[in-house]
């Protein structure tokens, strides 16, 4: 059984930058791929980012890609979502997930779920 707190989110210009946190409880949390989706008003939740659970790959949403970092700690049970030169199509609830499965930019194979942190960016 692995919990999920996000935290982090906050209202930031465009061109800044946050830091997105995701604290795992549970021995597991090393096991398992984790993934950043984020969900927009009146939009479905989509794809942002995903790492392996050794860390040793990254995956990102073309979007993203150059702008956004993600990693984690095991040691610590954390995850990170580093986001610099952020716009405001960046605004949505991030949420972060754990899963065991291969394809993991799909929600399906995420088991575990955050409770979401908000990110507004304003022009």
């Known amino acids: 059984q692995v919990q999920l707190v996000e935290s982090g989110g906050g209202l930031v210009q465009a061109g800044g930058s946050l830091r997105l946190s995701c604290a795992a409880s549970?021995?597991?949390?090393?096991?398992?791929?984790m993934g950043w989706f984020r969900q927009a008003p009146g939009r479905e939740r989509e794809f942002v980012a995903a790492?392996?659970?050794?860390?040793?790959?990254?995956y990102y949403t073309d979007s993203v890609k150059g702008r956004f970092t993600i990693s984690r700690d095991n040691a610590k049970n954390t995850g990170y979502l580093q986001m610099n030169s952020l716009k405001p199509e960046d605004t949505a609830v991030y949420y972060c997930?754990?899963?065991?499965?291969?394809?993991?930019?799909?929600?399906?194979?995420?088991?575990?779920w955050g409770q979401g942190t908000q990110v507004t960016v304003s022009s």
């Open positions: 997930a754990a899963g065991g499965g291969l394809n993991v930019r799909y929600r399906a194979e995420y088991g575990y």
């Open positions: 549970g021995r597991t949390f090393s096991s398992y791929a």
């Open positions: 790492i392996s659970w050794s860390g040793g790959n990254t």
